[in-house]
């Protein structure tokens, strides 16, 4: 009997008989006429169209392609080989790429945050802000860059320069001591008429809050960013209210919650 069975042809070529089966269904490979006992038998012939089609696919070559690259002249088939290896290529890259992401993270806020603004959450803890308000302070950077992304990078250096002032430091480490304060403590309204007179002292630092909602189409995300992680009716919630209405009354454009 010439040739062997469709097990033994697939397990010379290292594939599964569903595999070649498949190959068949494709057209790929050609399917062998049936012997006298009614089984299919390959030969040297079908064998190596098996190997060759097992390759290509190994290599990456899509099976819609494997057929036309078969049977194509030297200088097509080269040609082809070059586009599924440009293919590979980008490929490889983006799971480079990808992997590099879950490096990042790994090392935490280094995935959703650029260097600069890592490098100034350090900063905080280092000016003795509270681990949970520079973890509030991380969060709410990372919906702004996501929410306004061309904005960022400046406001990022409007905080690089503000953390430069003792007294914008100063009023930061009391508003994070606020929060455990009552709504309707009257430090609040001081605390706020203070922070408010430093950033219509200090129009530089004022773009931290005047600098993201600039760049906006609408209020909505400038509330999103601006009252983050805010309880409703909460210290800080109220302390953030008297100051943008201290702002707005001495002309600063904060959006209203109401308005679109």
Request: hydrophobic fraction near 45%.
């Amino acid at each position: 009997m010439n040739g062997v069975t469709i097990g033994q042809a697939a397990a010379f070529v290292g594939v599964t008989v569903k595999t070649v089966r498949h190959y068949h269904k494709l057209g790929l490979v050609k399917e062998p006429e049936r012997d006298s006992s009614g089984y299919r038998r390959y030969g040297s012939a079908e064998l190596l169209r098996l190997v060759q089609v097992r390759t290509l696919a190994a290599a990456g070559v899509p099976l819609a392609e494997t057929g036309p690259l078969l049977d194509a002249d030297a200088a097509l088939f080269a040609a082809a080989l070059a586009d599924v290896e440009r293919q590979l290529t980008e490929r490889i890259e983006e799971l480079i790429a990808r992997r590099d992401m879950l490096h990042l993270l790994a090392d935490g806020d280094r995935a959703l945050l650029p260097d600069r603004a890592v490098a100034l959450l350090e900063r905080l803890s280092g000016l003795g802000l509270p681990a949970d308000e520079v973890t509030a302070t991380r969060e709410g950077w990372v919906l702004a860059r996501a929410l306004v992304p061309e904005g960022f990078d400046d406001f990022l250096t409007h905080v690089e320069h503000a953390l430069d002032d003792p007294r914008f430091v100063a009023l930061s480490k009391r508003a994070t001591e606020a929060t455990a304060w009552e709504p309707d403590d009257p430090r609040l309204a001081e605390l706020a008429t203070a922070i408010a007179d430093h950033f219509l002292a200090n129009p530089a630092h004022l773009k931290i809050v005047t600098g993201l909602q600039a760049r906006t189409d609408a209020a909505a995300r400038y509330h999103l960013i601006a009252h983050y992680g805010e309880e409703q009716g909460s210290a800080t919630a109220r302390g953030v209210a008297l100051v943008e209405a201290k702002l707005r009354a001495a002309g600063i454009h904060i959006p209203r919650p109401d308005t679109h």
